[in-house]
């Protein structure tokens, strides 16, 4: 609808509660800055305005929705009262200039969670900053070189990883100024300690490494790993993405990790993707504890305060404390679930995983490439569909969207040809997991040209993913005049 300048004069008198101008009224505008026509916007009825946004939250899929086993995601069930609480205005009111003296609880709950991760995870601090995985991963690399700098031994510019590391490692590793060297898998898919002997010299400054690994498998030797990679002066670093396969089973910090990076987001309840906000704190062992971001949260006398007297401190990592609301959902999920309901959810994840992987696998249409036992995520290969159907994991993939389901990673990791990497998580009903199966195996008996012209039923047909990331186009050109 229309308004003219002089409609929105009472309104914003209003707004400023009746006070007298203390700005210019709109309808001052000089002549020439004043709209000569009515904005063309379109003039609706409520009732159509209210559906046209209704219809579009239908077309959007979520966890709330259905399954969505994006693996190396954990796309989990987040329980509501996480948000719930996370809503309270005790908390979402709070202003991170405060005084230490008005956000007392606030700094407990940081407090508390710290040494909650440093429970889970086995080290000895934790820094709540970072916000998502990949930036704890840099906080990581900085306190690698920080460590290595204060021991006179800066010659180490060499960060290892395997070539199933996630993306975001290499790319951290570089964003540090390191240069990256990646070893090759065995065939068994875990690390090949005789690469990685070959790899490791007094220029290494840190090896990276998930456990289990993106093909979902435990590194069986990796306390062989953790031993010869401190003979040679270098660090091992965690990344920890994959924590919901092994919570209350086995820590990082027993493995012999002295860095580690948790995805709170994606194993401690925050509803994720679409860029955030998340949180990536870093837990680390004694020896890097000098290092940390500032301010720390120490407790004195029974009062929580921000300490800056870190000499040999990196410095920041991000404004303020980290994301405040996601590192909340993390401590109520943690109290919620316990000790043994972490536990629990591991051994569901993985139990899960593995029922899935041996349904699709006996089909024969889906082989399942490195060694059989998996953890919480597994992937397999559509190779064989390629050869005799020239279905490709892509087409899969699409062909999901038809059934009304999200599809797997795919892909990734880059050593499985026509990857589909799956993760169900703990959260789902074995009939959702039934449902998804039977589709997975359809589709794999489907006309292979119904397939690869997938999607059929969604409001965006199958988009050039390439022109998508080359030339993407973010905004809705509405007003066109
Ligand atoms: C998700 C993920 C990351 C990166 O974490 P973000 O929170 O997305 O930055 C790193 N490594 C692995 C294995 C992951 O799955």
């Not at 405060?98 to 991760?117: F, K």
């Not at 020896?287 to 800056?308: A, C, M, S, T, V």
């Not at 404004?319 to 051994?347: H, Q």
Request: aromatic share 8%.
């Amino acid at each position: 609808m229309y308004h003219s300048a002089r409609y929105e004069e009472p309104l914003l008198n209003q707004l400023q509660g009746g006070r007298s101008h203390t700005f210019t009224p709109v309808a001052d505008l000089p002549e020439s800055l004043r709209r000569t026509k009515p904005l063309n916007i379109p003039n609706l009825e409520e009732s159509q305005v209210v559906r046209h946004f209704l219809h579009l939250s239908q077309q959007n899929y979520g966890i709330d929705t259905g399954i969505y086993p994006l693996g190396s995601c954990t796309m989990k069930y987040n329980p509501k009262i996480c948000e719930e609480i996370a809503k309270w205005e005790c908390f979402s009111h709070t202003h991170p200039c405060q005084n230490h003296d008005t956000v007392q609880g606030n700094l407990r709950i940081m407090y508390e969670l710290s040494e909650m991760l440093c429970e889970l995870t086995g080290m000895h601090e934790f820094a709540l900053q970072p916000a998502a995985g990949a930036h704890g991963e840099f906080l990581g690399m900085l306190l690698t070189q920080a460590y290595h700098a204060s021991r006179n031994d800066s010659n180490r510019t060499e960060v290892i990883l395997p070539d199933t590391s996630h993306g975001t490692n290499p790319a951290s590793a570089a964003m540090a100024g390191y240069s990256v060297v990646e070893i090759p898998s065995t065939n068994e898919g875990t690390i090949d300690l005789a690469a990685l002997e070959n790899a490791l010299s007094n220029k290494t400054a840190c090896f990276m490494l998930t456990n289990p690994n993106t093909l979902g498998i435990f590194e069986s030797e990796i306390s062989e790993i953790a031993r010869i990679v401190h003979r040679s002066g270098a660090l091992l670093y965690y990344d920890g993405a994959n924590m919901n396969a092994i919570m209350g089973k086995t820590r990082p910090g027993d493995m012999g990790f002295d860095i580690v990076h948790l995805n709170l987001h994606k194993t401690f309840s925050t509803p994720h993707g679409g860029g955030g906000p998340g949180a990536g704190p870093i837990g680390v062992k004694e020896k890097l504890i000098p290092f940390l971001p500032l301010p720390r949260i120490k407790k004195k006398q029974g009062r929580y305060l921000f300490d800056y007297d870190y000499l040999h401190s990196i410095g920041k990592i991000k404004d303020f404390y980290g994301n405040f609301s996601v590192l909340l959902k993390a401590y109520v999920y943690i109290l919620l679930m316990g000790k043994e309901g972490l536990t629990e959810a591991s051994e569901i994840a993985v139990l899960n995983a593995n029922y899935m992987k041996h349904k699709l696998i006996q089909s024969k249409h889906y082989t399942l490439p490195f060694r059989q036992l998996r953890k919480h995520e597994f992937v397999l290969s559509c190779d064989q569909l390629l050869q005799t159907k020239n279905i490709r994991a892509m087409d899969i993939a699409k062909r999901l969207l038809d059934y009304g389901l999200h599809p797997p990673t795919v892909y990734f990791p880059l050593i499985v040809k026509e990857a589909l990497m799956i993760e169900p998580t703990e959260s789902e009903t074995k009939k959702t997991i039934d449902m998804y199966i039977d589709a997975l195996l359809s589709i794999a008996q489907e006309d292979p040209e119904l397939v690869k012209n997938a999607p059929q039923n969604t409001p965006v047909k199958r988009i050039d993913e390439a022109q998508a990331i080359k030339n993407p186009v973010l905004t809705w050109n509405m007003i066109r005049d």
